[in-house]
């Protein structure tokens, strides 16, 4: 069992006296829905069983000790709950005091320190929310310790709110939404403008869920992420002098076209666009998935990746190689960029028996052509936080 080195871990650093915690967050992919949650529109991820393992423990004082087994070089970062401040990413104990910082910020004063180590088997910085999962992770941990009157779901509104305001990323409620509300074997249909939900089973007869992860990293904080909502909110502001709306995902293609040359930046334009597709695409893609038709869901998964490709401009060579690959691969229902873009991962449905030859195609071409090799994950849908011991 993972969780069982990670308190080993703990106990070696921290000594094994006093109530110990256990629990995991998973990490999150999303199916179909990108860049859309910060434009009022529909997303579907859904929650992993890989994930984040946490192991903590209260303390009388006010220290905050921290340790990650995934940047052991860094040991034993210490700090105190007093005089936390927003501040741009330093290290990843950012992620854990901006949510601590987050709960006094709501009327929930953390009154004391703790004893924490991490564990994450998702891919740093890979596109499938190691960061978001850390987050709902220390969430979930404060609320047991602490007794915090919260449900999941303002777990996940903690999270993106540590997230906008201790570490500068402008995110929306995607991730942190994904992870907290997870539900094995489901995607969740989201609202973003209303959070709105339903679980949305993933019957894949005879096909599985393929991460291609691209060893491109990247931080969302210095990537073209706030940019690009930017983008968005200027298009958003030139388009409602012509229609009432409150959001982008408020219009359907056919309004877009009619409105759009109140859009006079041609990039703005093309961003928006991507933003009003891609959230019909969703809306259209669950009801494929409903109907069974795992056929048209990848179509739409591929549309998607284009959009995000051409009008978005989010991809990159590492991300269209892994997707250009794995479309010529047969047995492929449907492959796209996930994530905020950039680098990261893509995701695939693959059929059962052409799972082998899609990691041994797309990985050598994607070698030759990249010069560094990507890795691949056969996912599981899994369920949200929880206490393990
Ligand atoms: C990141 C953000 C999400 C979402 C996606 C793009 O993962 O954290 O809120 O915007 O990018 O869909």
Redesign the pocket.
């Known amino acids: 069992m993972i969780w069982e080195s990670v308190l080993a871990k703990f106990k070696e650093l921290f000594g094994d006296e006093g109530e110990i915690g256990v629990y995991f967050a998973p990490g999150r992919v999303?199916m179909i829905?990108?860049?859309?949650?910060?434009n009022g529109g529909h997303?579907f991820p859904c929650a992993l069983t890989i994930g984040t393992y946490g192991v903590a423990r209260k303390r009388e004082d006010k220290k905050l000790r921290f340790y990650s087994m995934n940047f052991e070089g860094l040991g034993v970062l210490e700090s105190s709950i007093e005089g936390l401040k927003p501040e741009k990413e330093a290290d990843w104990t950012n992620y854990p005091k901006g949510v601590i910082w987050a709960f006094g910020e709501k009327g929930m004063r953390v009154d004391c320190g703790m004893d924490l180590v991490l564990f994450g088997n998702i891919p740093n910085g890979s596109?499938l929310?190691s960061s978001?999962s850390v987050e709902v992770l220390t969430g979930f941990i404060l609320r047991d310790m602490f007794g915090f009157d919260v449900t999941n779901q303002d777990l996940a509104l903690i999270g993106q709110y540590s997230e906008n305001k201790f570490n500068g990323?402008n995110?929306?409620?995607?991730?942190q939404f994904a992870i907290a509300m997870g539900k094995a074997g489901h995607a969740i249909f989201l609202d973003t403008a209303t959070l709105k939900y339903e679980y949305a089973p993933i019957k894949l007869e005879n096909a599985k869920i393929v991460i291609s992860c691209s060893n491109k990293k990247r931080g969302?904080g210095d990537s073209k992420?706030n940019e690009r909502r930017g983008e968005c909110e200027s298009a958003l502001s030139q388009i409602k002098e012509v229609i009432e709306i409150g959001a982008l995902g408020d219009l359907t293609e056919e309004q877009f076209e009619q409105h759009k040359d109140a859009i006079k930046d041609e990039v703005c334009r093309r961003r928006a666009k991507h933003a009003v597709y891609e959230n019909q695409r969703t809306v259209k893609a669950v009801e494929a998935l409903k109907n069974n038709d795992v056929k048209l869901f990848g179509e739409l998964m591929n549309a998607s990746h284009v959009s995000l490709r051409d009008d978005y401009e989010v991809t990159g060579v590492e991300l269209d190689t892994l997707v250009e690959e794995a479309w010529k691969v047969d047995g492929v229902i449907g492959s796209r960029m996930t994530?905020?873009g950039f680098g990261g991962c893509t995701v695939s449905i693959v059929k059962d028996e052409a799972v082998d030859a899609f990691i041994e195609k797309v990985g050598a071409a994607y070698k030759e052509k990249i010069g560094y090799a990507a890795d691949f994950y056969v996912v599981e849908i899994g369920d949200g936080p929880v206490k393990l011991a």
Do not use: F
């Not at 829905?33 to 910060?38: F, N, P, S, V």
């Not at 995110?171 to 991730?175: A, L």
């Open positions: 999303n829905g990108e860049h859309t949650d910060y997303v596109g929310s978001a990323v995110c929306g409620i995607m991730d969302l992420y994530g905020a």
